[in-house]
């Protein structure tokens, strides 16, 4: 089996089946986000070692395409028996490198595989149909086939399974890959994927894995002339720009970007299900997820009594350095989102929010600069606020009051971002009708927004993506339908 641990030799490229230095020999260090120390490196790919990794890639997909189902099936769930043998390392690697606690580990491994299993269903489900012509004779047959080479460039919150949605369903379908993990997450967004993929049947150049700075190589593999299909999860800034690349050559694009989610609470909800939903949907992975909780929108009536209650949830929950179990609130992943974050919630209590808990980092011992934020809550928070105009990503609860359903609506909307959102009522109508009015890609009603399950179509509106991800959705994306005609007859032309 291969060596999955922190201290295994993470410093090359995976390349054409191949482990192999950079062009520029040049490696880049990984942080423990909880120690804040250099625990390993990883290799700095060059537009060089891109265009090798897309030159492998594009060989590799034209026999890969034709294996039969059968046999892509088959490889897919050897990379799933793979998976789950080396669980137990690969959250350690997320807690060494993304600072994730045990629970957004396990939480990782359970989606990871859930899509892994829904991808090797993929193969068989590949089918073709026939259809009717308007000229007689005519025989329309549909074939579905693989795009050709698909670009995944997925981000550091949650880099196994938000790769693996993308990576597994690809290479099921018959495609070749060229994955770009974050800077952050080079190992579990990344590298580890090569790895696992060796104990499997997977010919060499099928998955080729660049890691390295996105300023350095971040557009050559959005642009690159090989790619047929640009799988990106990450902010809408980067995403816009990647989509732009991605449409120079007619890719396409799949692209999931931010959100801001509101976590709407009518007067009539069970408060403690509700404050439960909350407290998890704000604070795990310590808010760094793209569909966790930005906004807390409460009816008027129960406000106080919601503020108090999620008070009382954050400050009971273990906060540190993710190397003790306990911990549930773990370390920011860098300073840069640290300081942003905290900024927003000084910017919104000189605006005229209260500071209820919260808002300050917290000494982890013998870690100078410590990246543990507080979980924090805000009351008195109107809509315009930073912390609630603004995507914070991170452990930060702004709370809104509301007076009734139109306004409820109005505040979620309120926002350019349509990625996901909950809401909590006594009453499912009215729960229903607020969903049906929220402007989302996707609403859990009685739950939190976070919620992810690979047989189910995900994607955003406005300015929160476009394209879908999961189930047949994504394979819709990674797929060509080509039409092949039949004239069975003679048949009568005009001239």
Not at 123 to 151: C, D, F, W, Y
């Amino acid at each position: 089996m291969s060596d999955l641990s922190i201290d295994a030799a993470w410093d090359e490229l995976y390349v054409d089946g191949e482990w192999r230095a950079s062009e520029s020999g040049e490696t880049i260090a990984v942080e423990d986000p909880s120690t804040r120390e250099a625990v390993t490196e990883v290799a700095a790919a060059t537009e060089a070692d891109v265009d090798a990794a897309y030159e492998a890639a594009a060989e590799a997909q034209e026999t890969w395409g034709e294996r039969p189902p059968a046999h892509r099936q088959e490889v897919v769930e050897q990379f799933h028996e793979a998976l789950d043998a080396h669980a137990d390392e690969i959250i350690e690697l997320l807690a060494y490198e993304v600072g994730g606690s045990t629970i957004m580990g396990e939480t990782s491994i359970q989606i990871a595989g859930d899509h892994v299993a829904e991808a090797a269903t993929l193969p068989r489900r590949m089918k073709g149909e026939h259809a009717a012509s308007n000229i007689p004779g005519k025989e329309n047959q549909l074939q579905v086939g693989p795009k050709g080479v698909v670009t995944v460039i997925s981000p550091w919150n949650f880099p196994l399974n938000l790769s693996m949605r993308a990576v597994a369903p690809a290479i099921a379908a018959g495609n070749a890959v060229v994955l770009k993990p974050s800077t952050n997450s080079p190992i579990t967004g990344g590298l580890l994927f090569a790895k696992l993929f060796e104990e499997t049947d997977l010919p060499g150049g099928v998955v080729n894995i660049v890691t390295g700075r996105g300023s350095e190589i971040g557009d050559r593999v959005a642009s690159h002339p090989e790619s047929d299909v640009v799988a990106f999860t990450g902010s809408t800034e980067v995403g816009k720009h990647v989509a732009g690349l991605a449409g120079e050559n007619l890719a396409v694009p799949a692209m999931e970007l931010g959100g801001n989610n509101a976590h709407v609470v009518t007067a009539d909800a069970d408060l403690d299900r509700a404050l439960d939903a909350a407290a998890f949907g704000s604070f795990v992975h310590q808010g760094q997820v793209c569909i966790s909780i930005n906004r807390h929108v409460v009816h008027e009536d129960i406000y106080d009594e919601y503020v108090a209650g999620l008070v009382d949830r954050a400050e009971s929950l273990p906060t540190g350095g993710v190397h003790d179990p306990e911990t549930i609130v773990g370390p920011i992943i860098d300073e840069s989102q640290r300081d942003e974050m905290l900024g927003y919630v000084d910017e919104t209590v000189a605006a005229g929010a209260t500071l209820e808990t919260g808002g300050h980092t917290v000494d982890v011992d013998g870690v100078e600069d410590s990246l543990v934020v507080a979980p924090t809550v805000l009351s008195g928070v109107t809509n315009d606020m930073p912390a609630a105009a603004n995507e914070h990503f991170g452990p930060i609860a702004p709370v809104i009051p509301f007076s009734d359903v139109d306004e409820a609506v109005e505040i979620a909307n309120d926002t350019e971002y349509g990625l996901s959102g909950a809401v909590h009522s006594g009453d499912l109508g009215t729960a229903k009708e607020i969903a049906d009015r929220m402007e989302t890609g996707n609403v859990h009603i009685n739950d939190q927004p976070i919620n992810d399950e690979a047989h189910v179509p995900f994607s955003g509106v406005g300015a929160s993506g476009v394209g879908h991800y999961n189930s047949d959705a994504f394979l819709d994306e990674i797929t060509e339908t080509k039409w092949i005609s039949i004239q069975h007859e003679p048949r009568e032309y005009p001239f």
